[in-house]
């Protein structure tokens, strides 16, 4: 399947919700009118308005009291309050379900609430809520606790669906949370959170008016059922009814519009990022990627000092004892078949992973300073998918930093320029690869890791982006995994053998 292919399935899974799930539909106009058609056949056939009125008597009395402003003000004050707790209940729910993700033990105390919150009918819930409030705002605790739970475990599940190895490339490349949240964080969250709030609030109003119903507070829409009830006025009952029905089917078709149109912006997809993505001509120098502000060569020589690193995993050694020295100016590549260790190495290095013994020590010569910035260049990308190119070669960088004003320019330089606005997602796999070089080599670091930096490319390609590394890390450490002695060709490497021995 096409990179595009693949991101317009992702798209549409989330405009669906969950994985697999097949589109909701709406209901098709002939399907309504087949039962308004029995509705009134059975009216009809029982004759009698007081156990069954028809929908043209139900919608007259409807007509009816659509002028009244007696019926508006019912209608406002049962939705300010239903409204009212539903806000309330998709703050708390959202709020808490960050909090569950965050810290084990807020989830497990949480636990029990919600569960509670989940089982207790509303009329419990309504009749103890009649002893502690006025009946006026009791449809705003009785909403409260209805959508609360909704929300909470939908957010909770789509903050557990996000992408751990994005998360671990926005720590070593110290994302602001902010951006965090709205590039790694919100797509993957969004289609949970609409699933909650749209379905929070339909429930909403079923609650709320239900709590009304029996706490009859004075100018509501739950009072003109229990009127209507009481004095027999079945066709009054089935238009309030109807209204209650149409007030949630306007407030869900609001909020999906709202939902609509606000989530390019809060997922930062592409085209809708605001500054990050902006690139003036003035950014942008076209065409030599060592026209791009490279950084000057360091004056100092440092040592990164691998020392008897190893490692296991379930038992299974995977390093063992690797010793090395890299120096700036001098780079390294990491050589071994597949799966010997590499990735797990430049891991150790940027501090991702823990040896099980050995050290990595830093300085001039290696005397255990503290190890400098690292950046890396993931063998799997880990990129933003809906976010431009541009948006994720500078998604650590301050707006004020130079980095960020060279992004465009070194895009360019690295085969991205005419497709640095474009979702990253729809990029091929060469772009991706040479989009996230560039945010490592914008980042600002000492130690650079590329982990297969050249896979995807072909061989004009190769050499074009190795010209750039070797330019721009000139007097840094650079340690680059690879399986090809060619690639240690491109960028002047000495190799280092490493893996079980
Ligand atoms: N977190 C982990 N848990 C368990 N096993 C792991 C983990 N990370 C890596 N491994 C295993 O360690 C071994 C080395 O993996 P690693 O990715 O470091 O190799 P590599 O040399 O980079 O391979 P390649 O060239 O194919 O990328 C593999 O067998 C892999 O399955």
Redesign the pocket.
Known sequence: MSKRQTSERTEREGRTGAKGERPSRRPTLWAGAFWLAIWQLAAIALGSELLLPGPAAVLACLVEMAPRPAFWARVGFSLVRIAGGFALGAVCGTVGAFAGARWRIVEELLAPLMALAKSVPVASITVLALIWLRAANLAVLVVLLVVLPIVYENVLQGLRATDGKLEEAARLYHVPPVRRLRFLVMPTLFPYLSTALALGLSTAWKAGVAAEVIGIPAGSLGEAIYDAKVYFDTPALFAVTLAVVLASAACTAALRRVLAWIEPLTCGRAGRAGCIERATTAESPVGNALATGAPAAQNAEHRLCIERLSKA??GAP?LNGVTFTARSGEPICLM??????????LRIIAGLETADDGSVVFGDPCDREPLPRVAMSF?DDRLADQASALANARIGLPAESPAWTEAPGLLQALGIGERQLAPAGTCSGGERRRIGLARALLTPHEILLL??PFNGLDAAAREHVAAIIRERERGRIVIM?S?DERDAELIGARIVHV?LR
Not at 336 to 345: N, R, V
């Open positions: 995993f379930g995977v071994a078949p597949s799966g010997s260790g590499k990735t797990t190495l063998q982990d297969e995994a399986h893996g």
